[in-house]
């Protein structure tokens, strides 16, 4: 199973862009990368995925390489709400394995 | 939708007690997972099924440990007898097509 690699922690100024990178270099061609994001004493919270191509939603952009083995998520403007356990992981025949993924603080 | 749901929200028991922890998962999700988080360890999948039945339950930690989902609209985890070292997080996901919707997960403290 592919393995993710993540930063352990990220500051952020408020109002700026997050960029949140991850390594995925043992990636196969059919696996997804998922971005969930776990705020303190919730649930993780699904953000976005994709395969190959860029992907963006209302609450973030994720940008993945041409040869897929790292991507990126974009917070284009960080809010202290955003403050919060980012996972980057792959998905493998329907499972999510979770990392340890980077704690982003963002500060005023 | 309300959501994934999930029961108790807290639960404290003395070790040796039986533990049932109970989800709901969103209506018209096909599957469904069990997880647990701890500090030391993370996010651990423990097991998930598929239409109700189970298709890996390879991170369940040992034989103390039960999950059953005996319709699509309820699924329990049992830990008996619990032990301290059972103290987590446990939260229930489910999903159709991919993207994991995950409920607000059942605080355990084994004493």
């Known amino acids: 199973d592919a393995k993710t690699t993540q930063p352990p922690s990220m500051d952020c100024a408020e109002g700026r862009a997050a960029n949140l990178p991850c390594n995925h270099s043992?990636?196969?061609?059919?696996?997804?990368v998922y971005w969930y994001r776990q705020i303190h004493s919730q649930g993780p919270q699904y953000i976005i995925h994709?395969?190959?191509n860029n992907e963006t939603n209302e609450m973030a952009s994720l940008i993945i390489t041409e040869d897929r083995k790292s991507s990126t998520l974009i917070l284009p403007h960080a809010t202290l709400r955003d403050t919060a356990v980012y996972y980057c992981?792959?998905?493998?025949?329907?499972?999510?394995?979770f990392g340890q993924g980077t704690e982003l603080s963002v500060k005023p | 939708d309300a959501g994934v749901i999930q029961s108790p929200r807290h639960e404290v028991t003395e070790m040796g007690q039986e533990v049932t922890l109970r989800c709901k998962p969103i209506?018209?999700?096909?599957?469904l997972f069990w997880y647990r988080q701890t500090m030391m360890r993370g996010l651990e999948l423990l097991i998930y099924?598929?239409?109700?039945?189970?298709?890996?339950d390879s991170g369940m930690p040992e034989d103390r440990f039960s999950a059953k989902m005996p319709n699509a609209s309820f699924s329990t985890l049992k830990i008996q007898p619990s032990e301290p070292r059972d103290s987590a997080v446990y939260f229930c996901?489910?999903?159709?097509?991919?993207?994991?919707?995950f409920g607000p997960g059942t605080r355990l403290t084994v004493t």
């Open positions: 994709g395969l190959k």
């Open positions: 099924f598929n239409n109700n039945v189970p298709i890996d």
């Open positions: 043992t990636i196969s061609g059919n696996e997804y």
């Open positions: 992981i792959v998905r493998v025949r329907g499972k999510l394995i």
């Open positions: 209506s018209g999700h096909d599957y």
């Open positions: 996901a489910s999903s159709w097509g991919g993207d994991k919707y």
